[in-house]
């Protein structure tokens, strides 16, 4: 599903972050250490091999907010833009580190002359964030910022499965409407 606000291709699909060959970067949903561990970013380490993990080193630690940008090494794209979501109920105020995640990225993907950039839902796996609270958290930050992006074209929300998909797509036509 696709939504066009201010110039900029929002879209939802079902899919796996480190599968998608079409975007210039992918959003990791890192640790603070930036190494390998499970869900996306255990995906994204084993996709792209050892090299990810040695150009990460000397950036980490991040802390919650922040986002950092690599190479891609193994995976498909050009970049992988590493973001820290909040531990939900740990980390506050969630709602304004999970929106930091979101633009913090997509300001590194637009120093970077990034034309499409893919997003996983951050902090909704070990994390714990509750799904459609997340989902309205990162399509109103992204929604948001379409009106200051001038080389991002196309950010594209991978959800894993199919139910989760269905959620991101229901906020996005639910928040996108009349933006047009
Ligand atoms: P966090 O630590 O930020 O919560 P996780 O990687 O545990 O991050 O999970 C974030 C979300 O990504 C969860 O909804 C999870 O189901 C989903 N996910 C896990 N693996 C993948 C993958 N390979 N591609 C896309 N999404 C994934």
Not at 26 to 33: F, I, L, P, T, W
Not at 79 to 102: F, K, M, N, S, W
Not at 112 to 141: H, K, Q, W
């Amino acid at each position: 599903m696709q939504r066009e606000v201010n110039g900029v291709t929002v879209e939802v699909v079902q899919g796996d972050i480190s599968d998608q060959e079409d975007v210039v970067a992918v959003v990791n949903a890192a640790n603070a250490r930036l190494q390998t561990g499970g869900g996306v970013a255990g995906a994204i380490h084993r996709a792209a091999g050892p090299g990810l993990a040695e150009e990460c080193r000397p950036l980490a630690p991040i802390s919650p907010g922040e986002a950092v940008i690599t190479g891609a090494h193994g995976l498909p794209n050009d970049h992988v833009i590493h973001t820290l979501g909040p531990v939900y109920g740990q980390d506050r105020p969630e709602e304004e580190l999970l929106a930091r995640c979101y633009r913090n990225s997509l300001a590194l993907a637009e120093e970077n002359v990034v034309a499409s950039v893919a997003f996983p839902a951050i902090s909704t796996g070990v994390f714990g964030y509750p799904l459609e609270d997340a989902a309205e958290v990162a399509l109103r930050v992204v929604l948001d910022e379409t009106q200051k992006l001038e080389g991002v074209r196309l950010v594209r929300f991978v959800l894993f499965s199919d139910r989760d998909a269905e959620v991101f797509e229901g906020k996005l036509s639910e928040l996108a409407e009349g933006r047009g």
